[in-house]
């Protein structure tokens, strides 16, 4: 089974414009990023795929992998898809670029996944935390996932899910963490296929995989990854950096 790793990485960004760019520690951030997923030693290879000529000769002047974007993409899946669709792959996962703290333990949960699921009845897998802080639970840019007994995700959704109702029923609230694993074949079909009502609605582009029946299992992490969205975290990533 062929593993492989890709980073989608835009220039532009609403929040932080430039951000990838940005120095850390006598690195750009991307750099980081690519570098951290290499010293993981779970992937037989590690790209980035970009819309920028910038961060395309930054990672391959570094004698790293990057692929240059051929069309515009609304989303990170499709990025990737363009880029592997001609690869002979089997699992392709989707690494933050803007996420240069790699935390090997979801990632090789995630890969267990696949490589334990010998009758392919997975099609992707992605990870959750627990969140009991009711201000998290209620925040929209907190995305919430519920499963099934299985840990097949049933739905995801910005609003609170599930509604409490009531309260003593040892309900656990999860958090959506964006580090997806797909098979290459569920992969490509999201790229193909277009945009439904439920993902235009939440803006949730992991919708349009169960609107289509796509299976994704969920497997739990108590990790909390570090993302550079605002130039206040890339403070707080510079002072991780030193110490």
């Known amino acids: 089974m062929k593993i492989i790793a890709v980073i989608p990485a835009r220039y532009a960004s609403t929040r932080f414009p430039a951000k990838l760019m940005q120095d850390l520690g006598g690195k750009t951030v991307i750099l980081r990023t690519y570098e951290s997923a290499l010293q993981t030693n779970l992937f037989d290879d590690v790209f980035v795929v970009t819309d920028s000529d910038?961060?395309?000769?930054?990672?391959?002047?570094?004698?790293?992998?990057?692929?240059?974007?051929?069309?515009?993409?609304?989303?990170?899946?499709?990025?990737?898809?363009?880029?592997?669709?001609?690869?002979?792959?089997?699992?392709?996962?989707?690494?933050?670029?803007?996420?240069?703290?790699i935390n090997k333990e979801p990632l090789e949960k995630v890969l267990h996944i696949f490589r334990n699921d010998t009758e392919k009845t997975v099609d992707l897998a992605s990870v959750m935390r627990e969140i009991t802080d009711i201000k998290e639970i209620k925040n929209p840019n907190n995305v919430k996932v519920i499963v099934d007994q299985k840990g097949f995700a049933l739905y995801f959704s910005r609003s609170v899910i599930p509604y409490p109702r009531e309260t003593n029923v040892g309900v656990r609230y999860m958090q959506h963490i964006g580090i997806y694993a797909f098979r290459k074949e569920a992969l490509l079909d999201f790229y193909r296929l277009p945009m439904l009502s439920l993902e235009a609605s939440?803006?949730?582009?992991?919708?349009?995989?169960?609107?289509?029946?796509?299976?994704?299992?969920?497997v739990e992490t108590t990790h909390v990854g570090i993302g550079i969205d605002t130039p206040e975290d890339l403070e707080k990533a510079r002072k991780m950096i030193l110490k």
């Open 54 to 101: 910038l961060i395309f000769q930054e990672i391959v002047s570094n004698g790293g992998k990057a692929i240059m974007s051929i069309k515009e993409h609304e989303s990170g899946s499709d990025r990737i898809a363009e880029a592997v669709e001609n690869m002979d792959v089997d699992i392709v996962v989707n690494v933050q670029g803007d996420e240069p703290f």
């Open 202 to 218: 939440e803006k949730l582009e992991q919708l349009r995989y169960l609107e289509y029946g796509k299976r994704i299992r969920m």
